[in-house]
């Protein structure tokens, strides 16, 4: 039978709805176990100066983002069949860069949820693994998988905010300097920035919501306004969690206490607020990974749903052994850091690969129609693809070697 598509009105709840868990998934996609210890270790290096870093990287990020959710709306199309029709083949490339990225780091992912369920419950972090593995695969087994998705990470989103906020409040951050430094640094470091927009928009993150909108039916010219709102949305949702950890890590640093270098957010927490505040980074730690978890099968088979018409009507079996497959490999070998950092290289290379080619198509007749794409958003976009390629590639030039020498 035919899916039937949900015709997009401005006025409808339940489209609301699924602009909110678009965004939502994208937002709870980016925030996993390195997003944690990436925050956490780079405030520590630049004390109040990170909150400029933290600026820069939500413009790019907006900028990115935007660029790809409305090419995708207006396109009515899948990152991979507008990236075969910019250039046969390339859609394949795409999928196959993105599916590498996601089992890759949906390996950590499990390991991190394995680690949360540790901190809560004392159990071990494989069994916790294999628990948490569980849970995401139920969502998918449900009827209604995509309303389960949706709910189940915006319940978990405000969570993971609520908790986090209580604690930034409770290590009494020096407010006044971190809004200083956000505006006038002290200290720029560029790879930080980097960093952090390949961690929040690269791989196949984002195009987690723009895909989710793709298969909520909200696509088209007249939904493009609420598609950019979700979009922006997305990343500011990423930006309070950024924010409020930083805060929190902030009030510990200016208070000259010592952060664990072996489990860096997890000491923040029980620094701030004793054991409570350990068990509070337990939840965040499940909460965050299992929700990347979530958000890199669906995103990942999303990428190959197109190719064959079997793949489609198999989607959900096939995003279940994606989860599967990801938590045998962390439960039977671990985490393979080698492999995790080269892929993380190959990841930070998706992003302009990615842009790039969308921003071309956004100029096709045959992709977009007579949609104009407006210019400050393909000037922003190019800057975006520029700067991540630039870095990516220096990345893969200088420090990939090191791994194998």
Request: net charge positive; hydrophobic share 55%.
């Amino acid at each position: 039978m035919k899916k039937q598509e949900v015709k997009y009105t401005k006025a409808s709840k339940g489209n609301r709805s699924m602009l909110m868990g678009a965004a939502f998934l994208m937002a709870t996609s980016a925030i996993g176990p390195g997003f944690l210890t990436q925050t956490t270790v780079f405030t520590q290096q630049l004390t109040a100066s990170f909150g400029f870093v933290i600026l820069i990287s939500i413009l790019l990020d907006i900028f990115a983002q935007t660029n790809v959710w409305r090419i995708i709306a207006v396109s009515e199309k899948r990152g991979q069949d507008i990236a075969n029709m910019v250039l046969p083949g390339l859609g394949y490339v795409l999928a196959v860069l993105i599916v590498m990225g996601g089992l890759a780091f949906n390996i950590g992912n499990i390991a991190g949820a394995g680690l949360g369920f540790q901190v809560i419950t004392g159990i071990d972090p494989r069994i916790g693994a294999a628990i948490s593995a569980v849970i995401a695969i139920l969502i998918f087994v449900i009827k209604e998988a995509g309303k389960a998705m949706d709910r189940f990470t915006q319940i978990a989103g405000f969570v993971m905010i609520g908790l986090m906020l209580y604690v930034a409040i409770s290590t009494a951050p020096p407010v006044g300097e971190a809004a200083l430094r956000t505006f006038v640094p002290k200290e720029i470091d560029i790879l930080s920035i980097v960093t952090l927009v390949g961690g929040t928009v690269g791989g196949y993150i984002v195009f987690a919501g723009g895909h989710r909108l793709l298969d909520a039916g909200i696509k088209g010219k007249d939904a493009l306004p609420q598609v950019t709102k979700s979009s922006v949305f997305g990343i500011l949702i990423t930006s309070v969690m950024r924010v409020a950890l930083f805060l929190a890590v902030l009030g510990v640093v200016s208070k000259g206490l010592q952060i664990d270098p072996a489990n860096p957010p997890a000491s923040v927490f029980q620094l701030a607020s004793g054991n409570v505040g350990y068990k509070m980074f337990g939840i965040i730690m499940w909460a965050a990974a299992i929700t990347s978890v979530i958000g890199a099968a669906y995103t990942s088979v999303s990428f190959f749903k197109t190719f064959s018409p079997k793949i489609e009507q198999n989607q959900r079996g096939i995003i279940i052994g994606f989860i599967a497959l990801s938590t045998i490999c962390f439960v039977t070998i671990g985490r393979p850091v080698n492999i995790l950092v080269l892929v993380g290289a190959i990841n930070a290379l998706i992003l302009p690969l990615a842009l790039g080619t969308l921003l071309v198509a956004a100029y096709k007749k045959d992709i977009v129609g007579d949609y104009r794409h407006p210019f400050f958003l393909t000037v922003s976009g190019a800057f975006v693809v520029v700067i991540m390629a630039l870095m990516g590639g220096y990345t893969i030039i200088n420090e990939i070697p090191k791994l194998w020498s």
